[in-house]
């Protein structure tokens, strides 16, 4: 079933990249207008319940409450193919828990893409900070980067069998920090940010991740290290405890 903001994507393939994070290879009508090499482009997508095969109906009433939000980590329009990695984050929610269960020829529904405002060009340096659920979106920057680049990437991943291989240039320095428990601050990460032997020159700075994560480095960039705007992307991704309608409201709230 398609509407004209929503189609059906099906899954070809399914890949444990590691303990908390599963690839599911999609194909769908929509794919054949992504733009390959298009950094931080994300869509909506509607799972059916855990366990389900899909597809979902969709119902104009509850879509919204029901749509959760996935990076494009790879795209291969000429085969109407897309890749998203989901973080296996526990039984609660829709979108991870049927993600970690999916299989080949279960179906979901997809909007088109949107985009990040976020830009690395004119940057000195580049400094990420991402944990699990940004991580793709990080990836996704990071491989666009010309080679010579320099900087700073910190991953907050569960355990250090959740390193996954990233394609970063080689003057990208990586710092894998482990926290196990997800209802943890990030205190370790934000302090490994903080303590940074800062670049002399412009960078462009990526923080996504946990709500309390990006509020605390936005934060200490804007009172410790003023960053230009345009090459500035401070985003939560979600929030301990809420499902995304509400983080989104609460986010919304907050600005
Ligand atoms: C632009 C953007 C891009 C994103 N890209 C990705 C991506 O590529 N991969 C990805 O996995 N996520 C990504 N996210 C985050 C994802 O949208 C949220 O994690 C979403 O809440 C997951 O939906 P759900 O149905 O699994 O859980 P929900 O129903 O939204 O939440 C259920 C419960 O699970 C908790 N929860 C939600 N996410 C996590 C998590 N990551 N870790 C631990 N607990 C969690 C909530 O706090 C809540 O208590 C992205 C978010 C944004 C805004």
Known sequence: MSTPNFAEAI??????????????????????DFVTGAPG???????????????????????KTRMRTYTLRHVRPAEHEFDIDFVVHGDNGIAGPWA???????????????????????ADWHLFVADLSSIPAAAVELEALPSDAIGDAFFEIPSDEDRQPIRTPTGIRVH????????????????????????????????????????ALRTYFRKQKPTRKD????????KLGLIEPEHKAFKAQAA
Do not use: C
């Open 100 to 122: 970690r269960q999916a299989a080949p020829g279960n179906r979901i529904l997809i909007s088109r893409p949107g985009t990040l405002k976020f830009g690395t060009e004119g």
């Open 231 to 238: 090459l500035t992307y401070v985003s939560s991704y979600w």
């Open 41 to 63: 482009a994300y869509l909506k997508v509607i799972a059916p319940a855990p366990g389900e095969a899909g597809p979902p109906a969709f119902d104009p009433a509850s879509f």
């Open 176 to 215: 894998w920090i482990i926290k196990s428990d997800p209802h943890a601050p990030s205190e370790a990460l934000i302090q490994a940010v903080q303590t940074l032997d800062w670049r002399s020159g412009e960078p462009s700075v990526f923080v996504a991740g946990e709500f309390a994560l990006a509020g």
């Open 11 to 32: 899954v070809l393939r399914t890949q444990q990249l590691s303990p908390h994070m599963v690839r599911l290879t999609f194909q769908s009508e929509f794919a054949a």
